[in-house]
C-alpha cells in the first residue's frame, strides 16, 4: 500500500521533510507490530528541481511532499498495524 503525505499549512516543508526522513522511521519501525507485519517500508520525498524540470514538459506533479510505501505479507497483516494500540500510541 503506498500513501501520499502533504505538508500541514504553517509547517516549513524542511521541517517536515526532516520529520519524514529522520524522526518517523526510528519509532515506526521499533514498534513489535511493525517489525511482526512490515517486512517494507521506504520513503520518496518531493524534489523542487525534480519537479520544475516535469512541469517544462508538461508532466502532472502531485501536490504531497512524502510518499510512503508499505509491503506486508497480506492486506490484514498491514491493517492490523494501523488499527493497532501500539501504532496509535506512537
Not at 24 to 41: A, W
Not at 69 to 82: G, P, Q, R, Y
Request: glycine content about 4%; aromatic content about 14%; some cysteine.
Amino acid at each position: 500500500i503506498a500513501g501520499s503525505f502533504k505538508c500541514k499549512a504553517g509547517v516549513p516543508k524542511a521541517e517536515f521533510g526532516n520529520f519524514w526522513l529522520n524522526k518517523h522511521p526510528k519509532p515506526f519501525n521499533s514498534l513489535d507490530i511493525v517489525k511482526k507485519n512490515i517486512f517494507k517500508y521506504k520513503q520518496a520525498h518531493s524534489n523542487k528541481m525534480v519537479n520544475q524540470s516535469m512541469a517544462k514538459h508538461d508532466l502532472i506533479i502531485v501536490p504531497f511532499n512524502v510518499m510512503a510505501t508499505f509491503k506486508a505479507a497480506s492486506f490484514k497483516d498491514l491493517i492490523a498495524v494501523f488499527t493497532s494500540e501500539e501504532y496509535h500510541w506512537c
